[in-house]
């Protein structure tokens, strides 16, 4: 039999105080908060007593959204664009960079989608799967990608990134690239990112058809779409298993993480044109599309579908989806939780609106500019709801125009009075700038605009070899 023989105390200090320093240094137990709980933690940080409720998209509820245009615009004004915070009047580009931009960023980071941590882990990309396909009749290799994130400061959370990558193989020169968001899990052997039909060729057909490569992105993969999931995922991984913080990163802006974390490995391929990768996304990710856009710069174009409120409509309209229904316990984990405030009917601050808002949508797209930014909705009569307030996001548009004229860039061709211009028919393009306006007549998706999307990139990308669009 072996015997242990204790150690004096003195000896066993140092190990004693070793030991502590372990304990310490331990993350806390994970939170396990459901989604009214963590709301309510929210509320509780930010002093608010009570919330307004949310409009209904039941026409026939006590509360029915507004659709009367008389009364969709109570606000005379939104937050001045090019008018910095010392009332100098912004005229070059160069004040936009240097100046007015990021007066803007630092308002949509601190009251409206939150701040990525400085202690966000690192990324590494592994291949789990490689195969040679066609795409109508384009070769291409796809390949199976999982995103590994660090989580040595808390093993209990796992996070890995889904992206499956498409490239066509005969290329005379390196490809652009569109990462789509996609909120469907991803398949070995055969099982491919959905197809996202509509009528005539898959994406995968017209996007290699223009020249094109695809990505597929599953942002749940990445941070879970519900309040619930707020202490899981990557913003759960870099709070260590604990509730937010109010000017912590919503979901909006960690699926846009992701899609920059995508583009990192992109701009490893020698066969993809890095300096030509475009986002898109639909309703909420067609939000995460457009902050994505607007927040990473190397992104050269965007395709933003049916995003609605937090996306391209204006806050500042009384117009179906309404701020209260982002502050709400179904929608709130989108935003960073101070956005919380706007919904506060009685808190230690007072009453808050979504005019006491400092930014609204035409800002969130005018950080896109010079780039090519396509704003896309279809018709609410092929579900498209108007619920999304198609011309809300028109008059964003049309707001957002002069930030590209500071770089001589053509817009939409409109004058920039928000309050006058109304909607151009359904199917008639304004495809003549580097801003880009088109509702077609599907519904809720991009589909139908996606090959006059690639059309209109092609030219401005100087792609002088693009293949016709199908």
Known sequence: MIRVRPLPLLRMLPLLMASAVAVAQKPARIATFTTREDHQHMLEQLGIRKLRPGPSGNESAPNAANYDEALANPYPELPPLLICEDGTVVSTSEEWNAKRRPQIVELFEREVVGRIPANVPNVVWNVLEQTETTAGDVAVTETLLEGVVDNSACPEIEVRIQLKVGVPKNAERPVPVLIMFSGFGFGRSGGPPPQFRFPGPTRQEVLAGAGWGYAFLNPNSVQPDNGEGLTRGIIGLTNLGQPRKPDDWGALRAWGWAASRAMDYLETLPDVDAASVGIEGVSRYGKAALVTMAFDERFAAALVASSGEGGAKLHRRNFGEAVENLTGSGEYHWMAGAFLKYGAEESEFGRRTAGDIPVDAHQLIALCA?????????????????????????????????????????????????????????????????LAWRQHDGGHTSGPNLPHFLEWCNARLARKDAAPTP
């Not at 860039?409 to 009075?417: E, F, H, M, P």
């Open 370 to 434: 010079p780039r090519l930014t396509f704003i896309s909705y279809g018709v609410p009569e092929r579900g498209d709801a108007k619920w999304l307030d198609q011309q809300g996001s028109y008059m964003a548009t049309v707001a957002a125009q002069p930030a590209w004229r500071l770089f001589g860039a053509k817009t939409l061709g409109v004058s920039d009075d928000y309050l006058v211009e109304q909607m151009p028919a359904v199917n008639v393009s304004l495809l003549d700038g580097d």
